[in-house]
């Protein structure tokens, strides 16, 4: 979310995970928690819509948030989004059409992805 690391989609399964030996992600992460396949971005350039596609094997296991809420079924992204996925990796989905220099502010962030945790105390 520094805008420091930026990914263009391309057409169609975008997937975004830890590369091995038989599977190389379109956005390769690094990290406890990470699968090989720990989410899928379809970008569809007619409609110039994405839709995030969790983990099919175990969401709640392979986690991804989308602003602070657990995905567990396919969600089309709105500019502005943010993404955390794993419990470390986050990002803010900008489209360009949009406003290509959107930011977000991290500790707002980390509230938000952290809430259900803050709320016990």
Known sequence: ??????????????????KNA?????????GVGISNKQCCLNYNSDDKTTTLVPNEENPTKYSVKINGERAEENVQ???????????????L??????DAEASYDW??????????QLSQF
């Open 77 to 91: 992204l709105q500019h502005g989004d943010r993404i955390l996925i794993g419990d470390y990796q986050y990002y």
């Open 107 to 116: 500790n707002e962030a980390m509230k938000e992805a952290n809430r259900e």
């Open 1 to 18: 979310m520094s805008g420091m690391i930026n990914h263009a989609l391309n057409e169609g399964d975008n997937y975004v995970g830890k």
């Open 22 to 30: 038989d599977f190389t992600p379109s956005i390769s992460l690094q």
């Open 93 to 98: 989905y900008v489209d360009p059409l949009v």
